[in-house]
Antibody, heavy 119, light 107 residues
Framework: QVQLQESGPGLVKPSQTLSLTCTVS??????????WSWVRQPAGQGLEWIGR???????NYNPSLESRVTMSLDASKRQFSLRLSSVTDADTAVYYC???????????WGQGTLVTVSS | DIQLTQSPSFLSASAGDRVTITCRAS??????LAWYQQKPGKAPKLLIY???TLQSGVPSRFSGSGSGTEFTLTISSLQPEDFATYYC?????????FGQGTRLEIK
């Protein structure tokens, strides 16, 4: 059973860069059958899709965040990562990593990690 | 972006009830719709994809239907563990978008 685990700082200062890593276990991150994505959720609010990455390095980002987002994947470490630059209070949220079917439906999720943007 | 509007936003029901949640898309998304269940403090859980395909391990009391712009999630007989928030998601075009959620609470 594939499992995903987010890791990274829980507190980031305004204008700095948020960096998170998702470690995949129980399944191959190199599989051609899946994509790897990030979704976030501010407290008490709905879900926002950030983007996704394929083993080839191909990415798709939400245009609302595209100018600040970078995703990468390191198959040797079974990890994929999210970087979000120039953060503000509005970026405070629980960040989830997930495994996607090719259709972009997320069938396995990490438990989520809270990132707070504050000075 | 494709907008998804769920109704109702809040639903109060009793165990054993049959409930239906609707998701309307701002444009035709064919059958490219999924439903998720989320409990407080937990990650979303995939219930249904391609509008009506039940994800492995999900109880058969959950069902989905629809195509184009109107979709429904039905729970045939509510169980105590079903009280949660439900989200629809469209995967027809980027960016992927979600509905605002329907909170299902115990009456």
């Amino acid at each position: 059973q594939v499992q995903l685990q987010e890791s990274g700082p829980g507190l980031v200062k305004p204008s700095q860069t948020l960096s998170l890593t998702c470690t995949v276990s129980g399944g191959s991150i190199s599989s051609s059958n899946y994509y790897w994505s990030w979704v976030r959720q501010p407290a008490g609010q709905g879900l926002e899709w950030i983007g996704r990455i394929y083993i080839s390095g191909s990415v798709n980002y939400n245009p609302s965040l595209e100018s600040r987002v970078t995703m990468s994947l390191d198959a040797s470490k079974r990890q994929f990562s999210l970087r979000l630059s120039s953060v503000t209070d509005a970026d405070t949220a629980v960040y989830y990593c997930a495994r996607d079917k090719p259709s972009a439906v997320s069938d396995h999720w990490g438990q989520g990690t809270l990132v707070t943007v504050s000075s | 972006d494709i907008q998804l509007t769920q109704s109702p936003s809040f639903l109060s029901a009793s165990a054993g009830d049959r409930v239906t949640i609707t998701c309307r898309a701002s444009q035709d998304i064919s059958s490219n719709l999924a439903w998720y269940q989320q409990k407080p403090g937990k990650a979303p859980k995939l219930l249904i994809y391609t509008a009506s395909t039940l994800q492995s391990g999900v109880p058969s009391r959950f069902s989905g239907s629809g195509s184009g712009t109107e979709f429904t999630l039905t729970i045939s007989s509510l169980q105590p563990e079903d009280f949660a928030t439900y989200y629809c998601q469209q995967v027809k075009t980027y960016p992927v978008t979600f509905g605002q959620g329907t909170r299902l609470e115990i009456k």
